[in-house]
């Protein structure tokens, strides 16, 4: 479940205009930090695919259904320098359980990644069948959307996203993935 939140937040470097400006989104790197009882982002990787396109490539495990005893938020933070000084932002997804984002905000957006990487795809009009991510392994290639997510209003600058997995039960993080990513503007 956490994956497709990572997949979900990130819009590469594909350019996208916006009135007189274009904002453009390169991915830095990828972490995962605790959580490995949960999934291994081990084998996932930011590489370079051509000079001006970074994209995800790579293997990752979900060692356990993220179901719903498990709850995910997303937080954002900047550092306008681009030095690692991060400043949190307003913006945020509020916390939900993972049956909950399964069955509303993922098959809102598994489009993004439908020809990128074997995660199911949900019907959207018929019953769910499931109601978590199942575990398994999985894979992603040459995953790189566009940049067209990024509202016009968010500044340049250096970009920490960071996904938090909570138990349900204990209400303790159980893991974080942070992805790091560049916002850029130019006027056209």
């Known amino acids: 479940m956490l994956f497709p939140w990572v997949i979900i937040g990130i ?10 400006f ?3 989104v390169q991915m830095d790197r990828i972490e995962q930090i605790g959580g490995e009882h949960l999934l291994d982002l081990s084998g996932i990787r930011v590489r370079k695919y ?3 396109l970074s994209v995800i490539n790579g293997t990752y495990s979900i060692v356990r259904d993220l179901d719903e005893s498990l709850a995910f938020t997303v937080t954002v933070a900047r550092s306008a320098l681009g030095n690692n000084q991060f400043n949190e932002y307003p913006m945020k997804i509020p916390r939900k359980d993972g ?23 949900v019907d959207k009009e018929a019953p769910p ?19 067209s997510w990024v509202p016009p209003v968010v500044p ?20 974080q993935v942070r992805l790091f990513i560049h916002v850029k503007k130019d006027i056209i």
């Open 11 to 20: 819009g590469l470097a594909r350019p996208t205009p916006i009135s007189s």
């Open 129 to 147: 069948a499931l109601c978590a991510l199942p575990k398994g392994d999985y894979w992603v290639k040459d995953f790189a959307p566009d940049a």
């Open 50 to 52: 051509n000079r001006t």
């Open 156 to 175: 340049e600058g250096f970009w920490r996203m960071t996904w938090h997995m909570y138990s349900v039960v204990t209400d303790e993080l159980e893991g």
């Open 99 to 121: 049956c909950r984002i399964f069955l509303e905000d993922y098959t809102e957006y598994q489009h993004v990644w439908a020809n990128t990487t074997n995660l199911p795809q």
């Open 22 to 24: 274009v904002i453009e």
